[in-house]
């Protein structure tokens, strides 16, 4: 877990780099540190989609947490009715907001999406003073809606790329690539180059071998 010291506004990350950052240091740097690609941003202003018995939807909803040090916004909340939720503003009673996250292709491998649903959470819960036991993630192909517990480890991950994500931002510094199977899906591939990259030998290496051969 890290320290619960407050972030200024200024400092704040973008929560969407969580999911980059999760996949790959490397790519999380090439897109928020070097501008190698920018995400299409949706409108800042949180606006109720619909509203059903019990159930409100807002999509675009603001979101921030001062003491992880991240802002962003939610592709939907869905605040349900609950004696364990908080109050809004002009509606009765209390509502409790699960964030719901949605993705246009298949389930990828790794915990990157859970990562960054987890995120919104932790936001929400800051921002409503109450606890968010849980989210849902959307995949286009199936179409289908997954829960996901924001378990204590999931939390604990979260945080720490949070944390990670603040130091990378704040050394400036692009991490040198490391060649995966994964690199192969990455739209960044071409410019990271991370099979030619990753084989070239250190500083270190070449000294090394350069004193061998004396």
């Known amino acids: 877990m890290i320290p619960a010291s407050l972030f200024a506004e200024d400092d704040l990350l973008p929560l969407s780099g969580l999911q980059h950052l999760a996949f790959c240091e490397r790519q999380w740097a090439l897109i928020h540190l070097e501008r190698a690609w920018s995400e299409n941003h949706l409108t800042a202003e949180g606006r109720v989609l619909h509203e059903r018995v019990g159930v409100i939807t807002a999509r675009g909803l603001p979101l921030r947490s001062l003491r992880i040090g991240i802002s962003g916004q ?23 907001p699960i964030p719901v996250e949605y993705k246009r292709g298949r389930k990828k491998p790794g915990d990157c999406d859970q990562i960054q649903l987890c995120a919104q959470a932790l936001c929400l819960e800051e921002m409503f003073a109450i606890e968010v036991p849980q989210g ?10 997954t829960a996901v517990e924001f378990t204590a480890a999931l939390r604990s991950r979260t945080e720490m790329l949070c944390a990670r994500m603040q130091t990378l931002h704040r050394l400036k510094a692009t991490p040198a690539p490391i060649y995966t199977k994964g690199c192969e899906s990455c739209s960044l591939t071409e410019g990271c180059l991370p099979k030619a990259l990753a084989a070239r030998p250190s500083v270190a290496q070449y000294l090394s071998q350069a004193f061998l051969e004396i």
């Open 74 to 96: 939610a592709d939907a909340v869905e605040f349900y009715r609950s004696s364990l939720g908080a109050t809004l503003p002009g509606r009765a009673g209390t509502w409790l």
């Open 136 to 145: 849902a993630l959307f995949y286009a192909t199936p179409r289908r809606r």
